[in-house]
Nanobody, 122 residues
Framework: VQLQACGGGLVQAGGSLRLSCAAS????????MGWFRQTSGKEREFVAA????????YHAASVRGRFTIFRGKAKDMVDLQMNGLKPEDTAVYYC????????????????WGPGTEVTVSS
């Protein structure tokens, strides 16, 4: 299974970006998916997750109301819409496939994409 995230870039504070995660080798439709982010020297942190059906969504408190995770129009895509971006959102964003356990924990994810970089300027 290979995951590939795209959509990162440089944006000014208050702007928006939409990240997309696509899979090859396995359909995403039967699995929960998550987005995490990481900055240099810090542990990878949970951003958002969605269950296999798309009915349940989970967002970190720091992004709630600004970011939204949803299933893309294509069956094997999961997107993260990021609005109202802040400089503290600057990080490398990773999508991952949930295997089992706590959906907020990165240890519950088995496949990871290589990440896409988001930079928010003030």
């Amino acid at each position: 299974v290979q995951l590939q995230a795209c959509g990162g870039g440089l944006v000014q504070a208050g702007g928006s970006l939409r990240l997309s995660c696509a899979a090859s080798g396995r359909t995403l439709s039967g699995y929960g998916m998550g987005w995490f982010r990481q900055t240099s020297g810090k542990e990878r942190e949970f951003v958002a997750a969605i269950n296999w059906s798309g009915a349940n969504k989970y967002h970190a408190a720091s992004v709630r109301g600004r970011f939204t995770i949803f299933r893309g129009k294509a069956k094997d895509m999961v997107d993260l819409q990021m609005n109202g971006l802040k400089p503290e959102d600057t990080a490398v964003y990773y999508c991952a496939s949930h295997s089992d356990g706590d959906i907020y924990s990165l240890r519950s994810y088995d496949y990871w994409g290589p990440g896409t970089e988001v930079t928010v300027s003030s």
